[in-house]
């Protein structure tokens, strides 16, 4: 099992520039989750979905946008980069929310914004 | 709205003793979820140990169990005959169980150190 998936792995943007994050899963999860983890911090929630077709913001959205458009996928775009998005980016899935059951994590994309 | 706090920063533990991570958090929910997390240096976050809030029993995994006090509001990882493959970042989770509610909120972390 592929489970999450993220890529890429590492990447260095420039001021201004735009990209989108890949996030995919193969566990045929309801809800996925979008996190961004700081130094020394623990992940904040900037977008969630509880399936194909819905999408809300969470704790860190300014700046963001997601779609979702299947079950599997969970693309996390940024318009225009800014210094202040240089962070860790943590997709994950779960079939259910919350607590029911258990949260699937990605191994991460480390953005650094130039 | 709910906040998770973990006081320890960073924490050291010979092999194969015993030590104790603390949270607390704060809700105003009586039902609700709690978890232990752990992210070594490959960054990957791992389910350790979950605890339902409605159970009074403490949760336990193996070498891994909690003490959950709900009117204290803390939520305490024991680690026992800690491993070298222990070490990693521990962060505490918070979760309500309500539809539209459902997102994990994150202490800051513990740096766990095992020492030979």
């Known amino acids: 099992n592929a489970g999450v998936t993220q890529t890429p792995k590492f990447r260095i943007l420039k001021i201004g520039q735009s990209m989108t994050l890949q996030c995919t899963q193969d566990?045929?999860?309801?809800?996925m989750y979008w996190y961004r983890q700081d130094p020394g911090m623990g992940l904040k929630l900037i977008y969630y979905s509880v399936g194909a077709g819905i999408t809300d913001k969470g704790e860190v959205p300014n700046g963001y946008n997601v779609s979702r458009s299947t079950t599997e996928d969970f693309p996390l775009r940024l318009e225009l980069a800014a210094p202040s998005q240089t962070s860790v980016y943590f997709c994950?899935?779960?079939?259910?929310?919350?607590?029911?059951?258990?949260?699937?994590f990605g191994q991460g994309t480390r953005l650094t914004v130039v | 709205a709910q906040t998770v706090t973990q006081s320890q920063p960073e924490m050291s533990v010979q092999e194969a003793e015993t030590v104790t991570l603390s949270c607390t958090y704060d809700?105003?929910?009586?039902?609700?979820?709690l978890f232990w997390y752990k992210q070594p240096p490959s960054r990957q976050m791992i389910l350790v140990i979950r605890q339902e809030a409605y159970k009074q029993q403490n949760a336990t995994e193996n070498r891994f169990s909690v003490n959950f006090q709900k009117a204290a509001k803390s939520f305490s990882l024991k680690i026992s005959d800690s491993q070298l493959g222990d070490a990693a970042m521990y962060f505490c989770a918070y979760s309500e169980r309500d539809f539209g509610n459902e997102k994990l909120t994150f202490g800051t972390g513990t740096r766990l150190t095992i020492i030979p």
């Open positions: 566990m045929n999860h309801n809800y």
């Open positions: 809700t105003s929910e009586s039902d609700y979820y």
């Open positions: 994950a899935s779960s079939f259910r929310g919350g607590g029911n059951t258990e949260a699937f």
